[in-house]
Every structure is written in structure tokens, then in C-alpha cells.
């Protein structure tokens, strides 16, 4: 199974901005689409953005459309998430997932997962 290392979690000020990134140890032509989500504790885990990894058609929620910005890099293995303009309830781990069918907003097709990052934003 590929593994997805994720990296660039920190402790940043609200108003901030941190790129997390998603490695897959090796390139699969089942992968539709890759994505992040969130989870804070307590809270249920939530989407965050997809990408698909052929088009590059993408797919945000709404709490985070027009600050996060979700890019790959087809031969790096990699996909990105560019956070700008941070808030405190931005604060949560951050997970990157592989997707090979489906809605690429569902968390449900998605079956391989990351060990996850935390972003901790401060007011």
C-alpha cells in the first residue's frame, strides 16, 4: 500500500500562513484524487480540499475557500495545501488522503490515509 508522509504542521499566529505537504512513497495509477482533511479534538473530522490527480479539478469547503489553496506535483508524488490567513478555529490535526473513485469531498472514498500533522493557530 502507498504510504502518505505529511509534513509542514507548526505553530503559527492567527493571520499567519504554513504549506503543509503529502508524499506518496510511490506513484499509483489507481489514485483519482487526493485530499486534506481535519479533526480537532472532540470535533468530527472535516473536509478541507481534494484535488484530482489527473486535471487537477479541486474542491473546497467553504470555511476555508479563498484562503487554502490545494496544488500537486505529479512528479514529486506531492500535493499541497497552502493556508493563508490562519484562524484560531483552523487549529486541528490535518490529514492527507488517496481516493481511487467517488466524490472527492467524501471522506467515505477515501481508503488510504496519512499519520496526520497539527497546525495550531494562536489568537
Known amino acids: 500500500q502507498v504510504q502518505l508522509v505529511e509534513s509542514g504542521g507548526g505553530l503559527v499566529q492567527a493571520g499567519g500562513s504554513l504549506r503543509l505537504s503529502c508524499v506518496a512513497s510511490?506513484?499509483?495509477?489507481?489514485?483519482?484524487?487526493m485530499a486534506w482533511f481535519r479533526q480537532a479534538p472532540g470535533k468530527e473530522r472535516e473536509f478541507v480540499a481534494a484535488?484530482?490527480?489527473?486535471?487537477?479539478?479541486?474542491a473546497y469547503a467553504d470555511s476555508v475557500r479563498g484562503r487554502f489553496t490545494i496544488s500537486k506535483n505529479n512528479a514529486k508524488n506531492t500535493v499541497y495545501l497552502q493556508m493563508n490567513s490562519l484562524k484560531p478555529e483552523d487549529t486541528s490535526d490535518y490529514y492527507c488522503?488517496?481516493?481511487?473513485?467517488?466524490?472527492?469531498?467524501?471522506?467515505?472514498?477515501?481508503?488510504?490515509w496519512g499519520q496526520g500533522t497539527q497546525v495550531t493557530v494562536s489568537s
Open positions: 488522503a488517496a481516493s481511487s473513485s467517488g466524490r472527492i469531498d467524501d471522506s467515505v472514498n477515501y481508503t488510504n
Open positions: 510511490r506513484r499509483t495509477f489507481s489514485t483519482y484524487a
Open positions: 484535488i484530482t490527480w489527473s486535471i487537477g479539478r479541486t
